[in-house]
């Protein structure tokens, strides 16, 4: 079935860095997520994107944090600068996102990728 | 915001037997719970949603149930095979944003 790609699989930083987290969703998707889960707890929503403009984000999304899909190639999720709580797996995911509705399109997930934050 | 409760963190059936995996929710406008599989290292797996406008569905073994006075909803697997060991997530969703619960760790034993 569709696949959608997270790149890479595992990051280590130290605290105060730059990380960029790469997405490849499924090619004829229009609509982008991503997920943050921590160690044991669930998983929680960050961030919907859609016609290159956050449409929804949570709480959890914090000013550090930025998302873009420049030109039709990764989305990406930039955390400027790391801390420490930002340690966790991060989930995308892509949807077809007709009618903008996730009751309306399945929702497609990565692999994740745990970030460690030193 | 919505709050989905996962009841069962891990449930262990023999093979053939069912497993019951329950959610709560917390929002009334919560419409729709689909429910995402997820097998050692890899990724979520969409395996069967229901609506609101309905109380039951099923695929194959797999059965969803929704009791919206109750505001909780269920996944049952009849006849369960070795392969359908992984962890189970159930979501609720409001608009475009899907809410997780804890995830449930099933085990098969043959």
């Known amino acids: 079935g569709p696949k959608v790609l997270q790149i890479p699989s595992h990051q280590i930083i130290d605290m105060g860095q730059m990380v960029t987290l790469n997405c490849d969703p499924v090619s004829n998707h229009l609509y982008f997520y991503w997920y943050k889960q921590i160690l044991g707890q669930q998983m929680e929503f960050l961030v919907n994107f859609y016609n290159g403009k956050v449409m929804e984000k949570s709480k959890l999304f914090k000013d550090q944090f930025s998302v873009e899909r420049p030109d039709g190639s990764y989305f990406t999720l930039k955390i400027q600068p790391t801390a420490l709580e930002d340690s966790a797996v991060y989930f995308c995911a892509s949807s077809l996102g007709l009618g903008g509705r996730v009751s309306q399109n399945t929702l497609y997930f990565g692999a994740g990728t745990r970030l460690s934050v030193l | 915001g919505e709050k989905v409760e996962q009841h069962e963190s891990t449930l262990s059936v023999r093979e053939g037997d069912s497993a019951v995996i329950n959610c709560t929710y917390t929002d009334t406008a919560s419409s729709y719970f689909p429910w995402y599989k997820q097998e050692a290292g890899k990724s979520l797996h969409f395996v069967i949603d229901i609506r609101s406008n309905v109380d039951r569905k099923q695929s194959q073994r797999l059965i969803v149930l929704l009791d919206k006075k109750a505001k909780r909803f269920s996944l049952h697997i009849t006849a369960t095979q070795p392969e359908d060991s992984a962890i189970y997530f159930c979501?609720?969703?409001?608009?475009?944003?899907?809410?997780f619960g804890s995830g449930t760790k099933l085990t098969v034993e043959p």
């Open positions: 979501a609720a969703s409001i608009q475009n944003v899907l809410y």
